[in-house]
């Protein structure tokens, strides 16, 4: 029996949460410190969801001072920090509205972006609450997805970031993978599922990593600090099945600070 497969819990998980070095080398967000023009675009893994301590004026956007780039600004104290991220976001709700606060002025930009795209939200409320074998399909649904289509996607993102900014530095960051096989869980999916769903987070970071080295932003992989703390470690900084539901499949708290952070400081 699947604990975590309570439809009566989870049937508004699909609709809560519709799953958030250019030019000639910038100087690294360490270098830039005070004088920093920092802009967070992206979506809900960028905006804090999961994290609690929602800024009230986010909205729906549920913007956390949890959130990576809520702390790094203040441990940092940028020229200026806004705060774009927001829950839900696609690539097309980063061009029509993020892209406002992005400028010539702009010196450093961070994003996560994508899985939104790839539709995580809905390939995990298919997973929650069916088969084995309609989960292997909507997963797969989503892989083709994100080799096919989602690549010119991130381009125009990708480019028009470059366009706004051509001096600034851009972060592109990774989503971690949901799973630790052969882990502690002894209930929720099958094994077979948990390891299709971290290929299709191999496969969004395989593509996001590619797209962002063409057009000459870092990437950082949330792999290297997430390793050992996901969903069935024992440890995780990520929440499984949550309430509220839209919290589901994000990171903790402590995935923010002691995920993300490290990362996003790295690759800045």
């Not at 994100?146 to 690549?151: M, W």
């Not at 063409?214 to 900084?237: L, P, Q, V």
């Amino acid at each position: 029996m699947r604990v975590s497969r309570c439809a009566g819990f989870l049937s508004a998980f699909l609709a809560a949460s519709s799953l958030a070095l250019i030019g000639t080398a910038p100087a690294s967000a360490a270098q830039l410190d005070g004088a920093a023009r920092y802009v967070a675009l992206g979506d809900s893994y960028s905006s804090g969801l999961g994290a609690g301590s929602y800024d009230s004026g986010s909205g729906s956007c549920k913007r956390s001072s949890k959130a990576y780039p809520a702390l790094w600004a203040a441990a940092n104290s940028p020229a200026s920090f806004t705060f774009a991220a927001c829950s839900g976001a696609r690539t097309g709700d980063v061009l029509n509205s993020q892209l406002t606060s992005v400028s010539g002025d702009t010196t450093l930009v961070s994003l996560t972006v994508g899985g939104n795209d790839a539709g995580f939200a809905d390939t995990m409320t298919t997973c929650v609450l069916y088969s084995e074998s309609t989960c292997l399909s909507r997963v797969q649904q989503a892989r083709t997805y994100i080799n096919t289509t989602l690549p010119g996607k991130l381009d125009q993102v990708y480019s028009a970031i470059s366009g706004k900014a051509p001096n600034a530095r851009v972060a592109v960051l990774g989503y971690p993978r949901f799973y630790k096989l052969s882990g502690s869980c002894v209930a929720g999916l099958t094994e077979k599922e948990r390891a299709a769903i971290n290929a299709a987070a191999d496969d969004i970071n395989a593509v996001t990593a590619k797209r962002a080295a063409d057009h000459g932003f870092a990437f950082g992989d949330a792999n290297t600090t997430f390793a050992g703390h996901e969903i069935c470690s024992g440890s995780s900084w990520l929440h499984s099945v949550a309430y509220p539901v839209e919290e589901s499949y994000h990171p903790t708290a402590t995935g923010q600070s002691s995920g993300y952070l490290p990362v996003f400081r790295a690759t800045a």
